[in-house]
């Protein structure tokens, strides 16, 4: 099942090798089938864009971008504003968005400004409310992404005037790449990441995949497998090299963040340990409200969570509450997609445990068995809160969302088997047993007292199957259950793979740095070869 990844490695950035291959690439165009194809379809797009979000107060705004008719203002350098040194960033979503954000963060401060492009009303959502004082300031700028036809892309490049283009994990758009190519603007695709499945959906179209390859000017590669398959669909050796994955990247809230969420009385400082910080995050429910979280109780998250996943969360928390010592369990479930708030706050009220909502400012009391985050933005702040953290997408074939948010808290996770966009880092994280996984072989549990936690300790929790439910459950979900109830019966075994994963996760921030570094030397290597020419 979950596979082993190669370990993170890096080649000479300015090599002669590589500098060669940057100057003597030209611009391939795609093939004339993609062209007319995606030609064909830009009507249904916008067809497809209405049915979605005309009823939206941003829809205007959102053709406008899309299909190149309008802008916002280009982001400004401060007082030099003829500096021209404007980075275009693509992410498609909101997981995309939380990847990148660090690595915005650290070109914001180099001096560059941005330009942000999301595909989804998600992505979008999270951009603006992530970096609402950047785009305030006017040193970030932030639209959709423009359709991939070239009259569109040229107004949209012309427009912005980037020095280089950024494209995150694996959406790649061929006449975008061409046209980039032929302007020499770098196109670099950062955090590079190409699974088994996708790689096989790229090799369909050879020829498309083929051009964009070509067209790119740096690959930065999560890892060696997919560095590999990069290779295989037409990239040069000399265009990848890897250097990690940027999930490893802390991503924490801004502190205006925090104080919406928590309002805390004391500034949170940063050498606070984990469960100092929980305490404070704890001391009053969001948005001050007054009434006091209790913390004498075990609690636990199905975070970032899709259809199915909460169904199963809901049952295992059922199973927990039959249980003497774990009866007070209070389970915090936060849904990915906000259009889903509702339909999750049905399905806990059919299952009849006592819930209390976020959105509605009610309190978490004794009595309350579900807290139902339906927010935005405050991920962080439930992660801190639990004892455990079910990282969905998951426990169904969407990938899986980044375990390193509960981790940086200390918080040990749980995850299932469709963890594709991630593996690298579950294996990791699993290799130190701060993350349990069904099957996962480099799982290696938790050790007290020189004893083996799983073997010596879920003993003692039988029975530790799920019982009473009409829901067939899978083998996995069994398994997470049983882990689970030992992390919630054990909290001292529970922290202590908090910790493991903590240390990790801050052992692994270099990553930023080194992706960095090589869209750095990029870009100069462009700016110093056109400087050559004029």
């Not at 107060?57 to 500096?83: C, I, L, W």
């Not at 695709?189 to 740096?218: C, D, E, H, P, W």
């Not at 962080?380 to 969302?401: F, K, Q, T």
């Amino acid at each position: 099942m979950p596979s082993s990844s190669t370990p993170p490695s890096t080649t000479e950035s300015k090599s002669p090798s590589r500098q060669a291959s940057l100057s003597k690439r030209a611009a391939v165009k795609p093939p004339w089938y993609y062209r007319l194809i995606i030609a064909l379809l830009k009507p249904l797009y916008r067809v497809q864009v209405w049915r979605r979000s005309h009823k939206r107060e941003n829809y205007p705004q959102e053709v406008a971008e899309r299909f190149g008719k309008q802008y916002p203002p280009r982001p400004m350098s401060g007082a030099d504003h003829a500096t021209n040194k404007v980075v275009w960033c693509h992410a498609v979503s909101l997981g995309e968005t939380n990847t990148v954000a660090p690595l915005l963060d650290a070109l914001l401060a180099q001096g560059y400004q941005v330009w942000l492009t999301n595909t989804t009303q998600t992505g979008h959502a999270r951009a603006a409310s992530r970096f609402a004082d950047e785009i305030a300031q006017g040193r970030m700028s932030h639209s959709y992404v423009p359709v991939d036809t070239p009259t569109v892309i040229e107004t949209f490049l012309a427009h912005v005037q980037p020095i280089a283009a950024l494209f995150v994990e694996t959406e790649l758009w061929a006449s975008i790449l061409a046209i980039l190519s032929q302007k020499n603007i770098p196109s670099i695709l950062v955090n590079g990441r190409l699974s088994a499945a996708s790689f096989t959906r790229y090799q369909k179209i050879t020829a498309v995949s083929a051009s964009m390859m070509q067209n790119l000017s740096l690959i930065i590669a999560q890892d060696g497998e997919s560095a590999k398959r990069f290779r295989e669909l037409g990239a040069h050796c000399t265009q990848i090299r890897v250097a990690g994955s940027l999930k490893w990247v802390i991503n924490t809230p801004k502190a205006t963040e925090a104080k919406k969420v928590t309002e805390p009385k004391k500034k949170v400082e940063p050498e606070k340990t984990t469960d100092e910080t929980r305490e404070d995050i704890a001391t009053v429910n969001p948005q001050g409200s007054g009434h006091a979280v209790c913390l004498d109780r075990p609690v636990w998250i199905a975070a970032s969570t899709h259809n199915g996943e909460e169904k199963a969360a809901l049952i295992l928390q059922k199973q927990l509450l039959d249980i003497a010592e774990l009866n007070k369990t209070l389970l915090i479930i936060v849904p990915r997609h906000p259009e889903r708030f509702d339909e999750v706050a049905t399905l806990i009220k059919e299952s009849g445990l006592q819930m209390a909502k976020r959105s509605m400012n009610e309190a978490i009391t004794e009595q309350t068995q579900v807290y139902l985050a339906d927010s935005m933005g405050e991920l962080m702040h439930w992660y801190a809160l639990s004892d455990v953290a079910l990282v969905g997408g998951s426990l169904v074939d969407i990938g899986g969302h980044n375990p390193v948010e509960p981790m940086s808290v200390g918080t040990p996770v749980l995850m299932g088997r469709y963890t594709q966009s991630c593996q690298s880092v579950v294996d990791k994280l699993a290799s130190v047993g701060a993350l349990y996984q069904p099957d996962n072989d480099f799982y290696q549990p938790i050790t007290l007292d020189n004893q083996p936690i799983s073997e010596s300790m879920v003993a003692s929790l039988a029975p530790s199957s799920i019982t009473d439910t009409d829901v067939a459950i899978s083998d996995d979900v069994e398994l997470i259950y049983q882990q689970l109830r030992l992390w919630l019966s054990h909290p001292k075994v529970a922290k202590q793979a908090g910790q493991a994963g903590e240390k990790m996760t801050v052992q692994q921030q270099e990553v930023l740095t080194r992706q960095l570094n090589m869209i750095e030397e990029t870009i100069e290597y462009f700016v110093g070869a056109q400087q050559t020419l004029i």
